[in-house]
């Protein structure tokens, strides 16, 4: 049996298993934000959406509670600690595993909104306002940013608008997840339909293939990127070459009406994880593994 690849014909073996692959298409009903890249009061969201955060989105990680992952920082205000390898743990079992998410347009529509607020902690008679404003230890600088916190916040906000598609692929579905969906988003809970289908052919490619779609260089073992976005919680290569064998994917284009094909090189085998010692969680020791980036402190 053969299966094919790019420029020539790979021999299979009888323990390799290709795994099942979904293409997914994403369209967004409101204007989507999170913090990307702060340019000093210019916050802007790029053209990706982070694996972990479908993740999350697509309700993957629900434990044996029986509800969606909460927000961790409800549990641990301080320490702002996620639990990637708790949250993870059965989908990496099962082989599951979602891509982050690309725009499908050259230049997704966006736009730049300002926001002006202030700090309501005030409100909280109970609480010390510097407790909350600052993580800062020492007492001259708590006090310093307390008196700073009765100014004004203001600034800009690049945010993605409504309308934008994305693509992104899943690994290995489970049985119970909806093929059809809304979802929510980014720091706004952005509204967004989510249609999943199986994608046509799914081959294997020889060794040393350039991904052709969003790689998370902690997921995928021996990547090299080659266009390395900095976000958090792990950087994403837009571009990266594979040094082991890759998958070559095959299906329609969701939003093309004359029958359009798109054909993209896959990791063969991602997880969470895979490509770091202590696996998602130790991305980032020196932050414990935030979420997302947050303005910078206050000096």
Known sequence: MVVKGMGRMLPTTRHRALPAVLYGALELHGDLFFASLEFHDLVETLPVIHNYALTYALDLCVPETGRVTPLYWAMERRKQQPRYLDDFANLVQAG???????????????????????????????????????????????????????FPLHGYLKVIMVGARFLFYVYNPPAELQMERYIRLGKFNTKAAVVLAPCSEVA????????????????????????????????????????????????????????????????????????????????????????????????
């Open 204 to 299: 294997v490619a020889e060794a040393g293939q350039v991904a052709t779609h969003p790689v998370n260089p902690a997921d995928v073992p021996g990547a090299l990127p080659l266009n390395l976005l900095t976000m958090r919680p792990t950087p994403l290569a837009m571009a990266a070459r594979l040094s082991h064998e890759a998958l070559l994917v095959t299906h329609p284009d969701p939003w093309s009406r004359g029958g359009r094909c798109i054909t993209a090189h896959l990791p063969i085998s991602p997880h969470y994880g895979g490509a770091t010692t202590g696996g998602a969680d130790a991305v980032y020791p020196h932050r414990g593994g935030q979420a997302s980036s947050g303005r910078p402190r206050r000096r």
């Open 96 to 150: 599951t595993y979602v891509t982050p998410a690309k725009s499908v347009d050259a230049f997704p529509p966006t736009a730049i909104r300002q926001y002006a607020t202030r700090v309501d902690e005030y409100l909280h008679w109970e609480r010390k306002i510097d407790d909350v404003l600052s993580w800062e230890p020492n007492p001259k600088k708590r006090k310093a940013n307390t008196l700073a916190s009765v």
